[in-house]
Structure formats: C-alpha cells, structure tokens
C-alpha cells in the first residue's frame, strides 16, 4: 500500500467513526450543556490523539529513513538503512541505498584519481628539485669554494660563511624531496621506511619507537604507500599538536591475516575537537584501499590511530637478506647518546615534515 493511500484511509476512518457518532444517539441541546459539552470534547481528543498514533505508526518508516540521512557519511561507508515491508516506503529506502552505493564508488574513484595526481605531481617536483634546483646548487658549492680558496683572507672567511648558507640550502632541497617521494619506500619496502621515517621523527624532545613484527602478509604497492602517509601524517600531527615525550609506532599482524598500523603517543588527546584536513585524507586514503582506519583516546590518555590493511600475498621485505638487522624487532631513536646522532639519515630517509608545510589534524 502506497504512503499516500495509508495516510488517507487512516484520517477516513477517523472521520466515518465521527460521523456515526453523530449518527447516533447522541444528541446537543441549544443551549449546550455542560455534560454534552464535556462527551463531545472527550470525542474530540480521543479522535486527535488516535489520528496522531495512526499517523507515527504509518510515517515511522519515513522517520527511521530521515535519520539514516541525516548520518550518512562517506567517508565512513557501509551503513544502511534497512528495507522493510513493500510499497513506497521500501521503494525509496531501496533508492537511497543505491544512491548511497553510487555516491560512495564515485567519491572512490575520484578521490583515487587525486591521491594519484598528487603522487605524480610529487615524484614530478621531487625530480626536478634534485636534478635541476640541486645540480645548480652543487655547482655553486663548487664554485665558491674555488674561489675561497684563491681570496685573500678576510674575504675567503665570508665566502666560506657563504659556502656553509649554500651547503645547508642544498640539504634543505634533499629533505624536501625525499619529503614529497620516499624512495626508500619503492627501494628497500614498508618496514624500512617505516624505521626511517621514525629516525627522522625522534628529538631530544620526542622519543620515538618502533616495532616491525616479522613475517608480515605481503602488501602491494598502492597499501604500502597509504600505510606510508599514514604514518607519515600520525606522526608530523603527534610531533606537532600533541604535546608528547613518547610516541611508538608499530606494524603488526591483525585479525584475519590483515596487517596493522599504530600510532600511539602519550600526549593531550584529540579532545573535542571536528576532525581536519589531516584525518580526512587519511580516511580518503584507507578508503582507496578497503582499509579500515581509527582514531581514539589511548589507554592512559594521548591518541591511538590504527588502520588495517588486507593482505595480498606471503611477506618479502626487499634487501632482508641481505640486512642482517632487518628484523630486529623494536629500537628506539630521539635519544642523544643512541648513535643516530652520530649518523646522517637525511641521505637515506625521508625527512620530518617542517611545521611551515603540514596541515594540522
């Protein structure tokens, strides 16, 4: 039965049931009395108070669909209203799901066709910034330090100040774009970059650790690189809004033969604050991947994010046999008297992400 017939014949039968009662013996003086008067209310309200339990009865599926509406997000996919019943209600609940179904498979390819671009665009500036901006600096390096060392002394002084300004520059474009392409990712894998990318993160300020469990499902390329960026954007948000002394980051095996990603710090939480561009491209990218990502308060306080990724096939880390330390388990970076220090792994990893640059959560 159609909405627009259940409506109808609950306000006429209403209606035929007042009309009987006038039908009836039920008679009104003129002038009305007091006791006439006090039946034909209580008609009244008991009319109004049936038509009003008819009519939530009959648009109660109209209301469940409204709510599901009202909630529906898509970044957060696979929620649906149920379809009951038949007719028109059960018609348009059917047709909001596959408009949901739509809107979610067109979000996913175009959101797939940005991440995609963005990458290009990346490898495409990192290219450039390390043949053209960085041959052009290495050339000047060069030639300043010719010309330092034939100046006489107090100007050779200046151009070797300068030598320096030049060489940290240069630096800078290295970071910057081993930053916007981690080429240690398509070299030496997902572990690998993710040890790298925690060296880089730790400070005396911030203590970093990290856990590659071993004999890990194997990822492709696309899951490893959104695991990348998700790390990469955990832990710029932790090192920049948090507040924290430790945080630790952990690849593991979870439930189902997935792959688990954790990012866990001890700071001041996430509070109440609407989540920003930084959590929403997270969730853009887990989404590409079918991968489930959560955002929460961690035991004991701070912020606990986990994303899980499907598996596509037996583990290989690239160049772990030929890395005797490749599964070492866990090792902590950030301390001054832990030997990183000592090395350089701009050469090798990405570099932090520069506060200038990122975007908050």
Same mark, same amino acid.
């Given at each position: 039965m159609s909405l627009f017939w259940r409506i109808f014949l609950?306000?006429?039968a209403v209606l035929i049931t007042a009309t009987l009662l006038l039908l009836g013996p039920v008679t009104v003086s003129t002038p009305v009395l007091l006791g006439e008067a006090l039946v034909v209310l209580a008609g009244l309200v008991a009319m109004l108070l049936a038509n009003g339990l008819l009519l939530r009865i009959g648009l109660a599926p109209l209301a469940r669909l409204n709510r599901a509406m009202t909630t529906a997000d898509l970044l957060r996919p696979g929620a649906r209203p149920t379809v009951t019943g038949t007719g028109e209600m059960a018609q348009l609940t059917a047709?909001?799901?596959?408009?949901? *179904?739509?809107l979610e498979s067109e979000r996913?390819?175009?959101?797939?066709?940005?991440?995609?671009a963005q990458e290009d665009e990346r490898k495409r500036l990192a290219q450039e910034l390390h043949d053209e901006v960085g041959q052009t600096l290495t050339a000047v390096l060069l030639q300043?330090?010719?010309?330092?060392?034939?100046?006489?002394?107090?100007?050779q002084q200046e151009l070797r100040q300068v030598q320096e300004?030049?060489?940290?520059?240069?630096?800078?474009?290295?970071?910057i774009a081993r930053r916007l392409r981690p080429g240690i990712l398509e070299e030496l894998g997902l572990a690998s970059a993710l040890r790298a990318l925690t060296d880089e993160f730790g400070t005396r300020a911030l203590a970093v650790r990290h856990h590659i469990a071993p004999g890990l499902p194997r990822l492709d390329a696309e899951s490893e690189l959104v695991v990348y960026r998700v790390a990469q954007e955990g832990l710029t948000n932790t090192a920049r809004h948090s507040g924290a002394d430790h945080v630790s980051l952990e690849l593991r095996h979870g439930p189902g033969e997935s792959v688990e990603l954790?990012?866990? *710090? *001890? =700071?001041?939480g996430i509070g109440p604050a609407a989540e920003g561009a930084g959590i929403r491209g997270m969730r853009e990218r887990a989404l590409l991947i079918?991968?489930?990502?959560?955002?929460?308060?961690?035991?004991? =306080?701070?912020?606990?994010?986990?994303?899980?990724v499907r598996p596509a096939g037996p583990y290989a880390e690239p160049g772990?046999?030929?890395?005797g330390a490749a599964d070492s388990g866990v090792a902590e970076s950030g301390a001054a008297d832990s030997g990183a220090a000592d090395a350089d792994p701009k050469s090798s990893s990405p570099d932090r992400p520069s506060p200038d640059k990122e975007k908050p959560w």
């Open positions: 609950l306000n006429a047709a909001f799901n596959a408009m949901l *179904d739509r996913a390819a175009s959101s797939a066709r940005v991440l995609s300043l330090k010719h010309a330092a060392d034939r100046a006489p002394g107090p100007v300004t030049t060489r940290a520059g240069l630096e800078e474009i290295r970071r954790l990012v866990r *710090d *001890d =700071g001041k079918g991968a489930t990502l959560t955002l929460a308060t961690a035991p004991g =306080g701070g912020t606990e994010l986990g994303l899980r772990a046999v030929a890395s």
